[in-house]
């Protein structure tokens, strides 16, 4: 039966770790939707080390902005799509100059392709409202569109889990 399984959680919190480990325990075909881009020598250690991470048992797919279209195209043979993360996502495009209300009308086209495909979806982000209010305001809006999107991903998600210190607490639904 298909879910929709959305893992919040801080920098470095264990998020992806548990994404990873429960679509490893759940599912045998795998894609994970990677929206990270190396941008620099650190960044690109960190998406080898995700990379290493994952391990053979997961096909990776690079999309940093149309998400929406990759989901929607994808080969009905797999089982899961892991989506890592929104946050990276909502950064490119900004970076590419989009308004919010581009972002905003992206993540409901988002939220309409993860309810239309066969497939269960986990979907990582980070929370951020739960820091200092940013002192620039395109830090402010950034956290402002990532507050809104995560809400409405959450909504629209059968189970919620929110990680702390590398532990999961799932705050809406169940897991399997």
Not at 73 to 82: A, K, M, Q, R
Not at 83 to 99: A, K, P, Q, R, V
């Given at each position: 039966m298909k879910e929709i399984v959305f893992v919040l959680g801080g920098c470095r919190s264990g998020k992806s770790r548990f994404a990873l480990d429960y679509g490893n325990r759940q599912y045998r075909k795998k894609i994970f939707l990677a929206t990270s881009q190396a941008l620099d020598d650190e960044m690109e250690r960190r998406i080898a080390q995700h990379r290493k991470a994952r391990g053979p048992d997961w096909t990776t797919?690079?999309?940093?902005?149309?998400?929406?279209?990759?989901?929607?195209?994808?080969?009905?043979?797999?089982?899961?799509?892991?989506?890592?993360?929104?946050?990276?996502?909502?950064?490119?495009?900004?970076?590419?100059?989009?308004?919010?209300?581009?972002?905003?009308?992206?993540?409901?086209?988002?939220?309409?392709?993860?309810?239309?495909v066969d497939q269960s979806i986990i979907v990582v982000s980070n929370e951020v409202g739960a820091g200092i209010v940013p002192e620039n305001k395109m830090a402010r809006e950034f956290r402002d569109i990532i507050g809104i999107l995560n809400q409405r991903v959450a909504a629209c998600s059968d189970a919620v889990v929110l990680t702390v210190a590398g532990l999961p607490h799932v705050i809406k639904g169940k897991l399997r």
């Open positions: 797919i690079e999309e940093t902005t149309n998400i929406t279209e990759t989901l929607v195209s994808l080969n009905t043979n797999y089982e899961l799509v892991l989506i890592d993360c929104l946050t990276i996502w909502i950064s490119n495009l900004l970076m590419d100059g989009e308004t919010e209300e581009q972002i905003i009308s992206r993540t409901e086209n988002l939220i309409e392709g993860m309810k239309k």
